[in-house]
């Protein structure tokens, strides 16, 4: 299930948005973090909405025509169902529409299925950060995906 819409971040959403980082990651953004982010002129990021409930969000941050990606989680609930990929797949298209031609993330070396989804999404292997994550302590891969506008 596709969500039932992807719209910016806004104000309403931040609680949300931080209890879901609380929920996916052994180091969580807090809630004043994420809310720094709505007046951020370098960050943009998104929200999936089913049914008006958050499902997912996805943050970047841009400088000049390259941007990396901070987060990505869904909600355990609505995972499985294509969210993450319709996150990713707004958030590539928005970007290149402010004229971005490159997305860059980090992903733990052992997070197999999010690394799948990013290769079917272009994305590429371009280095390896050892002991970039803490809780437990892993190495990251950097992936990036590039485009023309």
Known sequence: MRPSEIVPMAEAHVAAVAALERCCFSAPWSEQSVREELSNPLSLWLV????????????????????????????????????????????????????VRSLT????????????????????????RPNYYTKPREDALILRKEWSL
């Open 48 to 99: 999936a909405l089913l049914d008006g409930q958050l499902a997912g969000y996805v943050g970047s941050q841009t400088v000049l025509d390259e941007a990396d990606m901070m987060n990505l989680a869904v909600d355990p609930a609505c995972r499985r169902q294509g969210i993450a990929r319709a996150l990713v797949e707004a958030l590539t298209a928005a970007l290149a529409e402010r004229g």
């Open 105 to 128: 993330l980090e992903v733990r070396a052992s997070n197999e299925g999010a690394i799948a989804l990013y290769r079917t999404l272009g994305f590429a292997q371009v280095g390896r």
